[in-house]
């Protein structure tokens, strides 16, 4: 027992002194970016030929470097650094808190210093011309300034900058401006990025707006915001986890797209306009304070999740919920079970009858509905969302009412030997469909016509009997 605790102390030992040569040591070979073809490294940065330009180069790797040579001498060969295709750190324990960049520099590539959560500070010179995709996304900066030269800026780029206190642009820049450090395109039509950082009270969109970008106030500061009735669209996640606690919509927006407001914990009311016809999947998801929806009944379509864990949702009791028009979900909190999914606590044999009037059933409304055995569908149905019958394995009839079906064009899945009761002379239109392939497609007719049959063939044997007697037609059971 003694020695073995001698072995574990000396192992123990060794391990914490080739950690620290480790830590104390730098390391200057990098892994594999840098020996590919046309790649090199010099200084422990790592550089890869421009194609079709043999004299141009772009960064790709570096080892806590924070400053950017404008040229690199490799082989007897001197080249420009003219990009930076992403900011990789090796080996590298303590980043450096700011980078900066030389003139030679035109472009800053997709996703260059994403995740770069320490970095404080880029210096972005006059030589930019554009800034990729989620370039400085989920940094630390504090300020952007944009140069006259930069006119093209990715989408995300500054999404997850949560520290950002202002942009600047150079008035010379022909296609971004500034208002009280907020970004806008020239003619501020389109409002590209609040600065997350920016505290106040009450933000007002300018009159003229048309256009809001995606994730362009994610994390924002703000308690109350004012949309103009110009504003027109609203890109996904724009409100994405700010601190937003009142908000009214313009009344000329057509659909709230994904994630628009999910995580605003202090939202408690939304007003939907009578213009909206969508909400897209996790719209309002997890705004855990929001208890008051008024929805109108224009809205045919609901997203996947987009109210789930509200105050809204959480306070529900009935098992079938409504918001407007639409069916939103089948409300017995289930469980997810490995290898099978999803799974409701629905009782066993289920038969539903939708009622008249409501236009939509929302995307995987009735998922893992394993005791749903029947449901009715009325005609006044527009859409039905994807995924609704997913797992509901017991599923045997579905009962529909629509004379012409071309509107179903999702996926709707159901399990095998599932039976489409549609209306009589419709049948090859719904076997057309995408959507209804897998289903054993029968008319309502036709499904008379078979208890006819059996019934003529019980009154056939019933005349063998002297005491025989007939069961009238309306009185026989016509099981689904």
Known sequence: MKRNFINISVLLFLWFCFSAQLWATP?????????GKGEFIENSIA????????NEVSVIWTNCNNIIPSTVSHLDTTYSVVGIDRIRYHNCRLRPDSIFLPNSIRWIGAWAFSNSQNLKYVSIPDSITSIGLCALENTGISSVFIPHNLTDIGEKAFRGTNNLEFFQVDSLNPIYTTEDGVLYNKSKTTLIAYPAARKVALFQIPDGVTHIA???????????????NSVICIGGAAFFNSKLSHVVLPENIKEIKPITFSRCVN????????????IERSAFEGCISLDTIQISDNVISIGFESFHYTAWYNSQEGQVLYLGKVLYEYNEKGFFEIGKGYKTKMLPKTRITVPEGVHSISHAAFRGCIGLVKITLPQSLEYIGEYVFEGCENLRSINVYWQDPSFLRDRIFVPKNCKLIV?????????????WKNFKIVEKNEKRKICKHYLQQWKKQSKKYTNSFIIKPSLLPIKN
């Open 47 to 54: 550089y890869r030929k421009i194609r079709n330009n043999n």
């Open 423 to 435: 209306p009589k002379g419709t049948k090859e239109k719904y076997q057309q469909l995408e959507a």
């Open 27 to 35: 390391h200057y070979e990098l892994p594999s970016p840098g020996k």
């Open 267 to 278: 939202l408690r009311n939304i007003i939907i306009p009578n213009t909206v016809r969508t």
């Open 214 to 228: 995606e994730n362009a106030f994610q994390s924002a500061q703000i308690d109350s915001l004012f949309i103009p």
